[in-house]
Antibody, heavy 127, light 103 residues
Framework: QVQLQESGPGLVRPSGTLSLTCAVSGDSISSDHWWTWVRQPPGKGLEWIGEIFHSGSTNYNPSLKSRVAISLDNSKNQFSLRLTSVTAADTAIYYC????????????????????WGQGTQVTVSS | DIQMTQSPTSLSASVGDRVTITCQATEDIGYYLSWHQQKPGKAPELLLYHASYLQTGVPSRFSGSGSGTDFSFTISSLQPEDVGTYYCQHSVAFGGGTRVEIK
């Protein structure tokens, strides 16, 4: 069974950088899936942040694109999120997920849904 | 960008009732629509993908249908453990959520 576990600081200062890691077990981040980040502000709905493929290809939410970066660490089978210049609006529970992409005929495709979710980690932006 | 609109935003029903939630996309998304359940204080969990395929281990009282722009999600007989918020998803877009409560 695929399991994902987020980790990182629970408190970040305004204008600082939010850095989170997602440890993956039961699958390799080198497999033909997309690894994604989703967040949920207090009392609100889900917001897709971005994703990464084992090739290093990334896609980001246009509203966050100038501040976000997602990267892979193959040696530790984990992927990471970095969000710069944070404000109180970035306070949220952050989830890592797996999108069940696949490759066929020399092309790779996204599954277009979050198949497995981590338990989430609360990040508060405050001085 | 594709937007997903869910309705209703909340509902209250009795145990054993049939409950239906709808999700509409702003353009044709084929069958690429999934449904997630988020119980209070917990992470979301996938219930259905590709509009109507039940994720492994999910009870058969949950079902989904639709294609193109209009989709629906049904709980055939509402149970107390079904309380929570339900979200539809297409790719990078989530619906606003539907809170389900027991009357």
């Amino acid at each position: 069974q695929v399991q994902l576990q987020e980790s990182g600081p629970g408190l970040v200062r305004p204008s600082g950088t939010l850095s989170l890691t997602c440890a993956v077990s039961g699958d390799s981040i080198s497999s033909d899936h997309w690894w994604t980040w989703v967040r949920q502000p207090p009392g609100k709905g889900l917001e897709w942040i971005g994703e990464i493929f084992h090739s290093g290809s990334t896609n980001y939410n246009p509203s966050l694109k100038s501040r976000v970066a997602i990267s892979l660490d193959n040696s530790k089978n984990q992927f990471s999120l970095r969000l710069t210049s944070v404000t109180a609006a970035d306070t949220a529970i952050y989830y890592c997920t797996r999108d069940p992409g696949y490759c066929s005929g020399g092309r790779c495709y996204r599954g277009h849904y979050c198949e497995f979710w981590g338990q989430g980690t609360q990040v508060t932006v405050s001085s | 960008d594709i937007q997903m609109t869910q309705s209703p935003t909340s509902l209250s029903a009795s145990v054993g009732d049939r409950v239906t939630i709808t999700c509409q996309a702003t353009e044709d998304i084929g069958y690429y629509l999934s449904w997630h359940q988020q119980k209070p204080g917990k992470a979301p969990e996938l219930l259905l993908y590709h509009a109507s395929y039940l994720q492994t281990g999910v009870p058969s009282r949950f079902s989904g249908s639709g294609s193109g722009t209009d989709f629906s999600f049904t709980i055939s007989s509402l149970q107390p453990e079904d309380v929570g918020t339900y979200y539809c998803q297409h790719s990078v877009a989530f619906g606003g959520g539907t809170r389900v409560e027991i009357k």
